[in-house]
Nanobody, 120 residues
Framework: QVQLVESGGGLVQAGGSLRLSCAASGNIFSINVMGWFRQAPGKQRELVADITSGGTTNYSDSVKGRFTISRDNARNTVYLQMNSLLPEDTAVYYC??????????????WGQGTQVTVSS
């Protein structure tokens, strides 16, 4: 069974920085994608950024140039460095893991979520 444990959320002023971490335990499989989604009140959950096991990254347009995703494969951990935070970045941030189980079949897991609040 896979578990994702997040840390690093909190309250910060606009323009500040936070770093989120997510450690995965269990069998994450060699081909996978780890990432971060967020959900603000009254809005749908949206992708923030993700990174493949090979290191390819993908960002939403709203965070490009401000957020950086990285991973430590030896520790099965993904990080999200968030700089120049804006009030509109306020949301619950969820860690996500997608695993390639077999050809063309992926499953996914979610963390419990961590609150990020940016004050103006």
């Amino acid at each position: 069974q896979v578990q994702l444990v997040e840390s690093g959320g909190g309250l910060v002023q606009a323009g500040g920085s936070l770093r989120l971490s997510c450690a995965a335990s269990g069998n994450i499989f060699s081909i996978n994608v780890m990432g971060w989604f967020r959900q603000a009140p009254g809005k749908q959950r949206e992708l923030v950024a993700d990174i493949t096991s090979g290191g390819t990254t993908n960002y939403s347009d709203s965070v490009k140039g401000r957020f950086t995703i990285s991973r430590d494969n030896a520790r099965n951990t993904v990080y999200l460095q968030m700089n120049s935070l804006l009030p509109e970045d306020t949301a619950v941030y969820y860690c996500n893991l997608r695993r390639l189980i077999r050809s063309n079949y992926w499953d996914q897991y979610w963390g419990q979520g961590t609150q990020v609040t940016v004050s103006s």
